[in-house]
């Protein structure tokens, strides 16, 4: 599986912005995709995950109410739309996904295999 991450860029405090996760081979029913962030000098820290392809989707309690998944079967797609965007939401995003993820461990970095490059995301205030 490989992963592209696209769709950061800069907005003011309050925007949004649709980050999109592409994923490459044969569609699979136990592929949990997730997303993550970090900031230079920061542990990277889970935002949300789309578990076992939309079986049911998690997210941080940092983003819950401003964020939403999405998914396009047709496309092999995730997409992460971020609304309401603060300063605090500053970082580089990433992409995961795993086959082998268990509902326990889904916030976990280490649950995944397959990882994206980052796209930055900046929200100015």
């Known amino acids: 599986v490989q992963l592209q991450a696209s769709g950061g860029g800069l907005v003011q405090a309050g925007g949004s912005l649709r980050l999109s996760c592409a994923r490459s081979?044969?569609?699979?029913?136990?592929?949990?995709t997730a997303w993550f962030r970090q900031v230079p000098g920061k542990e990277r820290e889970f935002v949300a995950a789309?578990?076992?392809?939309?079986?049911?989707?998690l997210f941080a309690d940092s983003v819950k109410g401003r964020f939403t998944l999405s998914r396009d079967n047709a496309k092999n797609t995730v997409y992460l739309q971020m609304n309401s965007l603060k300063p605090d939401d500053t970082a580089v995003y990433y992409c995961?996904?795993?086959?082998?993820?268990?509902?326990?461990?889904?916030?976990?970095?280490?649950?995944?295999?397959?990882w994206g490059q980052g796209t930055l995301v900046t929200v100015s205030s």
């Open positions: 995961a996904a795993s086959e082998r993820v268990i509902y326990s461990t889904v916030y976990r970095e280490s649950s995944y295999s397959y």
């Open positions: 081979g044969r569609p699979s029913r136990t592929l949990t």
């Open positions: 789309d578990f076992r392809s939309g079986s049911t989707t």
